[in-house]
């Protein structure tokens, strides 16, 4: 395996300085990944300032170690090796109750894409896997081989959009039936079997759609993301922040829905205003996402999707 660890953070000075940091403050980076935004938010803390980086990649954190060194010998940063659904326990486990400020970069960091035999691209051939804790069971692999054709039709459908599901799951099924499909190449050419000529002449790769649907499902992507921002929601500081980067529109569509249920609140018809015991907890900072700027979609091709929305606690 190889032990570069090259990535460029999307969105990195809006993403934290979106946060309003306070130098003596508590915040966590739910998503250390290339610990990009990490050295960014600590180069804003003084040294009663502290950052706690979850990370269920040890690779990530390894880096990390060796990115962040200044910080680590001045005491600021902590490492939680966990998947970020176990936000508050970990935290918890810490004495940490409350917090300043959390961002997320819901992608798939660039190494975990550019490292081969994770098996996360579809550009590469490698063993089915898509494994984001690497220590998990369910891969790719099991997917693709063991889930029946009904499961992959609505994994397909549901994660990936792809109006070709059902053409995919059937040959997926046929070709297993002969021999286990075990690499990303394999189940490349599958998939561009299943679509009609006229389908794969369009721009982008005829298998983005369906590597995205399932390793959202083996990371449980949607149901982890859900359950850490409403963690990190509740553990907010009055005046703390919240910062998530999203890169594709189930994820937008999750992060806008759970923004708009906090800073919303319905009040019944006739009252002349809404008792201060009524007003929401939280304000959206940005109604409209924060897209990068031409700069940053020039130098970096995966920022391209990426969108920013950003809410902060009123009162608790």
């Given at each position: 395996?190889?032990?570069?660890?090259?990535?460029?953070?999307?969105?990195?000075?809006?993403?934290?300085?979106?946060?309003?940091?306070?130098?003596?403050?508590?915040?966590?980076?739910?998503?250390?990944?290339?610990?990009?935004?990490?050295?960014?938010?600590?180069?804003?803390l003084?040294?009663?300032?502290?950052?706690?980086?979850?990370?269920?990649?040890?690779?990530?954190?390894?880096?990390?170690?060796?990115?962040?060194?200044?910080?680590?010998q001045?005491g600021?940063?902590?490492?939680?090796?966990?998947?970020?659904?176990?936000?508050?326990?970990?935290?918890?486990?810490?004495?940490?109750?409350?917090?300043d400020?959390?961002?997320?970069d819901?992608g798939?960091?660039?190494?975990?894409?550019?490292?081969?035999e994770?098996?996360?691209?579809y550009?590469?051939?490698?063993?089915?896997?898509?494994?984001?804790?690497?220590?998990?069971?369910?891969?790719?692999?099991?997917?693709?081989?063991?889930?029946?054709?009904h499961?992959?039709?609505?994994?397909?459908?549901?994660?990936?959009e792809?109006k070709?599901?059902?053409?995919?799951?059937?040959?997926?099924?046929k070709?297993?039936?002969?021999?286990p499909?075990?690499?990303?190449?394999e189940?490349v050419?599958i998939?561009?079997?299943?679509?009609?000529?006229?389908?794969l002449?369009?721009?982008?790769?005829?298998?983005?759609?369906?590597?995205?649907?399932?390793?959202?499902?083996?990371?449980?992507?949607?149901?982890?993301?859900?359950e850490?921002?409403?963690?990190?929601?509740?553990m907010?500081?009055?005046?703390?922040?919240?910062?998530?980067?999203?890169?594709?529109?189930?994820?937008?569509?999750?992060?806008?829905?759970?923004?708009?249920?906090?800073?919303t609140?319905?009040?019944?018809?006739?009252?002349?205003?809404?008792?201060?015991?009524?007003?929401?907890?939280?304000?959206?900072?940005?109604k409209?996402?924060?897209?990068?700027?031409?700069?940053?979609?020039?130098?970096?091709?995966?920022?391209?999707?990426?969108?920013?929305?950003?809410?902060?606690?009123?009162w608790?």
């Amino acid at each position: 395996m190889t032990n570069d660890f090259n990535h460029t953070t999307v969105l990195l000075e809006e993403t934290v300085d979106m946060l309003h940091v306070k130098p003596n403050g508590i915040y966590v980076d739910a998503t250390l990944g290339g610990s990009g935004h990490s050295k960014y938010l600590l180069s804003k803390l003084s040294i009663k300032g502290h950052l706690y980086c979850f990370d269920q990649d040890q690779t990530a954190i390894h880096n990390a170690k060796k990115e962040l060194k200044p910080f680590i010998q001045k005491g600021q940063v902590t490492f939680i090796k966990d998947n970020f659904r176990n936000l508050k326990q970990a935290l918890l486990a810490y004495g940490v109750t409350e917090i300043d400020g959390i961002l997320y970069d819901l992608g798939v960091s660039s190494p975990q894409l550019d490292q081969r035999e994770r098996g996360f691209s579809y550009k590469k051939d490698a063993p089915l896997d898509m494994r984001m804790n690497q220590e998990a069971k369910l891969s790719a692999y099991h997917v693709v081989n063991h889930y029946d054709y009904h499961d992959l039709v609505r994994l397909f459908f549901k994660y990936g959009e792809d109006k070709f599901s059902k053409q995919v799951a059937r040959n997926i099924e046929k070709a297993r039936q002969i021999k286990p499909i075990e690499t990303t190449t394999e189940l490349v050419d599958i998939i561009k079997a299943s679509k009609p000529a006229k389908e794969l002449k369009k721009k982008g790769h005829p298998a983005k759609q369906l590597f995205q649907a399932i390793r959202i499902e083996v990371n449980d992507e949607l149901g982890a993301a859900d359950e850490s921002i409403q963690q990190a929601l509740e553990m907010l500081a009055v005046d703390g922040y919240i910062s998530v980067i999203t890169f594709h529109s189930l994820e937008d569509r999750l992060v806008k829905q759970l923004f708009k249920d906090v800073s919303t609140v319905d009040v019944p018809k006739g009252l002349p205003f809404i008792p201060e015991g009524m007003k929401p907890q939280f304000e959206l900072v940005n109604k409209k996402p924060i897209l990068p700027q031409p700069k940053e979609l020039e130098n970096n091709n995966r920022s391209h999707s990426a969108k920013l929305r950003v809410a902060r606690r009123i009162w608790k």
